[in-house]
């Protein structure tokens, strides 16, 4: 398997738990590698430019009452993410997850029981509405199985577009400063 040379030297991330709604297809090899290529070409599901202009747009919204102008903004670039993501599903329909854990390189996926294999590779969608983490589309790797039974694996990410893994970067450390804080919510 070849590894994302991106991820492959950042092996020492922080693992937080979590509770994050996720999709998942099972891939064979061929379409695999095409993903895998088309990840690393293709901006990231929120591309450079829109997520740029959005953010400005949320920026000068923060001076209103409480910044709800700028969250109801990023709300709806979040839930634009979501619909492109969902129109994009060419292969078939998805599986519903939920990832209990996560890191920059990895996480621990509940399938609900749906059983996979070691090695089996996955076009994963990271879609939670009730989180501020955007939509992030990973191909993953099941590298472990947890508890097979119940339908859990451990992942390795073996593709994800820079700007999205940035984005899951900042997300688990605002998670971590709020437990230090001692907050219980996810980040705002």
């Known amino acids: 398997m070849d590894e994302n040379p991106d991820l492959a030297s950042k092996r020492d991330f922080a693992r937080v738990d979590v509770h994050l709604k996720a999709r998942f297809l099972v891939l064979e090899r061929p379409v695999y590698a095409l993903l895998r290529d088309q990840i690393h070409r293709s901006p990231s599901i929120w591309g450079p430019e829109e997520e740029e202009s959005l953010r400005e747009l949320a920026s000068t919204a923060l001076s209103s009452p409480n910044g709800l102008l700028a969250r109801a903004i990023l709300d709806l670039a979040n839930q634009i993410a979501r619909m492109r993501a969902r129109l994009e599903e060419r292969d078939g329909p998805m599986q519903v997850a939920e ?65 999205d893994q940035e984005r899951l970067i900042r997300y688990i450390y605002d998670l971590q400063r709020q437990a230090l804080r001692g907050d219980q919510g996810a980040p705002e």
């Open 99 to 163: 990832l209990l854990n996560l890191s920059g390189s990895g996480g621990l996926l509940d399938t609900g029981g749906v059983m996979l294999a070691t090695g089996a590779l996955l076009d994963l969608r990271i879609e939670d509405d009730a989180s501020s983490l955007p939509p992030l589309r990973v191909l993953a790797e099941v590298v472990r199985q947890d508890r097979p039974q119940a339908g859990q694996y451990g992942l390795r990410f073996v593709a994800i577009h820079r700007q």
